[in-house]
């Protein structure tokens, strides 16, 4: 059997279990997909996706010769000798990460019907998980008698909405492991994608995975904090992050103010490596200061609205997108439900509208009307606010906007809007850290 070819399990079938299955199966091995969620794994054997993520049902729809879908763990380790655990790890009250699902599945995996040594089985970790995670494994598989089974940490760096794209041609490919078979073995599977390899210890793996996302968000919060001064000084952060991106060390990417980080990944993986550096004693005082940025962050339409219009009661406010970023539904730590909540407490009526995250939003953000569109959110509005930067909403007609709305106020949370276009539709924009708008609407 080819090494490329050869069959995989994966535990777990949300963004990342699921964008892995398909692009392995993409890459010509048999996937056995295992979810306790048996409603999930009865829609997915239907062929239906159960979250939205471009490309990522054409893929599984072309690889469905090859993904077999299933709630037992069984149906894995009959035909898999690597396990891909790609379960959620959540934050818990205490900030440490969620390990109960990591657990679930070793705890799943039968005595005696997994193998070791060489012909055996292994765990790959593609769930976050802190660093140490991976020897405290092997010593409950050990101590359950389910000797031998190796582990190998396989960090995940998709980002959702360009997830499928992202694990097709990664940026760099991250295996830790022990030295034996297994690491090797993931090794080959991952060869055809001709990616930048890091093969080192499971340690040091796991730590790649948190500093990398730790990383991005101290870069988001920097540039937030530039921008607030921006507006203090008279200078346009778009600019300055233009003229800083230019060097190389520096570069362009996660130079983007606005109005603070979230998903599934920042806010839960910064907040993580912050506790485990904690629970050895070592006080990240960087990594707080991220942290806090951001939060105030999320908050700042809320102070832009009272500058210009006074007080927020009983004004109306249009949030334009919902969803953490564009292209996701995910609504997981988005900005959208700081603010819609902050607004209503401050006695604003709130019109939403976001083109694919209303089932989501539905259940997490009360008291506000979910609008059929853009014009129809933006009806009666004194002020609308762009919190995610959907394509439709960056081409969408001010002239149109400005006669639905009844104020004139347009609060660009993402810099991302035609400044120019909405003055010129004799609306006021306002973008984050950037110059006075009453210039621009001259
Ligand atoms: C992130 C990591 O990029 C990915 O490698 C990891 O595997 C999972 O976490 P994701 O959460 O999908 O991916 O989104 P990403 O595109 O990184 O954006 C995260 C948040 O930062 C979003 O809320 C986005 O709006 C915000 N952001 C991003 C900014 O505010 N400014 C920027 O310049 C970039």
Redesign the pocket.
């Known amino acids: 059997m080819s090494a490329e070819r050869q069959p995989i399990g994966v535990i777990g079938t949300g963004y990342v279990g699921l964008v892995t299955a398909a692009g392995f199966a993409q890459l010509g091995s048999d996937v056995f997909c295992i979810d306790i969620d048996a409603d999930k794994i009865a829609r997915l054997k239907a062929g239906e996706i159960p979250i939205y993520e471009p490309g990522l049902a054409e893929m599984v729809a072309a690889n469905s010769a090859r993904m077999h879908f299933s709630t037992k763990i069984g149906d894995a380790l009959a035909r898999a000798r690597l396990l891909f655990v790609a379960v959620g790890t959540p934050p818990t009250y205490s900030g440490d990460a969620d390990l109960s699902a990591v657990y679930a599945v070793v705890e799943a995996i039968p005595a005696g019907s997994a193998r070791g040594g060489e012909q055996g089985h292994a765990l790959v970790m593609k769930s976050t998980v802190p660093a140490g995670t991976g020897a405290s494994i092997k010593r409950v598989l050990a101590e359950q008698g389910k000797h031998g089974l190796c582990y190998v940490s396989c ?9 499928v794209k ?1 694990f097709m041609s990664p940026d760099r490919v991250v295996i830790g492991d022990d030295g034996d078979w297994a690491g090797d073995a993931v090794v080959e599977l991952y060869a055809p994608l001709d990616a930048p390899l890091v093969h080192t210890d499971i340690a040091s793996a796991e730590m790649v ?1 948190l500093a ?2 730790a990383s ?2 101290t ?2 919060s920097f ?2 904090e530039i921008a607030n001064v921006c507006e203090e000084t008279g200078a346009d952060v778009v600019e300055v992050a233009k003229g800083m991106g230019l060097d190389d060390r520096i570069g362009h ?14 806010p839960k ?1 910064v907040n993580a490596l912050k506790q485990l550096a904690g629970n050895s004693g070592y006080h990240f005082q960087l990594l707080n200061a991220v942290i806090e940025v951001n939060e105030l962050q999320k908050r700042r339409v809320i102070s832009k609205l009272l500058k210009h219009l006074g007080s927020l009661v009983g004004v109306k406010v249009c949030l334009l997108g919902l969803a ?2 564009p292209n ?1 539904d ?1 609504m997981r ?3 959208s439900l700081v603010l819609s909540a902050r607004l209503q407490a401050d006695g604003a009526h709130v019109r939403v509208y976001d083109p694919v995250a209303e089932r989501e939003a539905r259940s997490l953000i009360r008291g506000v009307h979910f609008a059929t569109d853009a014009l129809d959110a933006a009806q009666g509005a004194d002020a609308v606010v762009l919190v ?2 959907w394509r439709e909403f960056l081409e969408l007609d001010w002239a149109q906007v400005a006669a639905r709305m009844s104020g004139k106020l347009v609060l660009d949370g ?1 810099n991302a809007l035609d400044a120019h276009a909405v003055a010129a539709a004799g609306l006021t924009y306002e973008g984050i850290g950037r110059g006075s708008l009453t210039s621009l609407s001259g």
């Open positions: 960090p995940e760096f998709l980002k959702e909405g360009s997830a992202d995975k990398s996302n991005l968000a870069k988001i540039i937030n990417k996660f130079l983007q103010a606005g109005i603070g980080f979230g998903g599934s990944c920042f993986d953490f970023k996701t995910d730590d988005a900005s995610t930067e993402r």
